[in-house]
């Protein structure tokens, strides 16, 4: 991986911005190259000003043939207020012609969380044809503890590797989550962290500056091995 690209902005919103346009230029290039894109969104509410500059100033994107997926999700109901997946429809997938066969949400609405993640490892490989999964684009937020997609510190997921999701046991509600892992993460051609806040500030320093305890921060352990590495910062959240 070559180095993390740090991009600093005045706001949050300059920085959803930039990180729209260089989205809109990659899904631009995967399409050119492959005929199709594939996109994993972040969770929280970090990428709701990023998802509505896509869905107003960028609806000339060939969505028809982008397929969504999360890195991770709250195993709650889509319709909650909770749900990453109903976040992104509301800011971005109702607003824009992309079809429901391209959208890849977990199944949230299954019995247990075992369940959706054994339906997510299924889909991912069908949809990579049993190749590993390689993303065009990961979008990811981080946590003021590092974590990032629901691998939180010292969980138990971030040392898998044979398995491309897991459940995980978040600190604040809602408890129960899905997640992409590791490998899927680091796998990617293109990870992008949106970052703002200055409750933030230490997580990300922690991120670009990893000590001897990586399982301590999450976030550092993002480092695509054959791709690149970027993060979005406002004035706020930036060391
Ligand atoms: C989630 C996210 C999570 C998020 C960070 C930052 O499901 O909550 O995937 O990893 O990106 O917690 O969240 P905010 O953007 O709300 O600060």
Known sequence: ????????FGSPADAARALAAEIARTILQAHAARGKVTVALAGGGTPRALH????????????SDTHIFWGDERFVPHASEQSNYRMARETLLDEIEIHERNLHPWGTDLLRPEEAALDMERELECHFAGAEPRFDLIVLGVGADGHTASLFPASPALRITDRLVATAEAPDEPRQRLTFTLPVLNNARAVHFLVSGADKRAAVECALRPGQQPERCPASMVRPADGTLSWWLD???AP
């Open 235 to 237: 004035e706020e959240a």
């Open 52 to 63: 509505r500059i896509l869905a107003r100033e960028h609806r000339e994107l060939p969505w």
């Open 1 to 8: 991986m070559t180095e993390a690209r740090v991009h600093r």
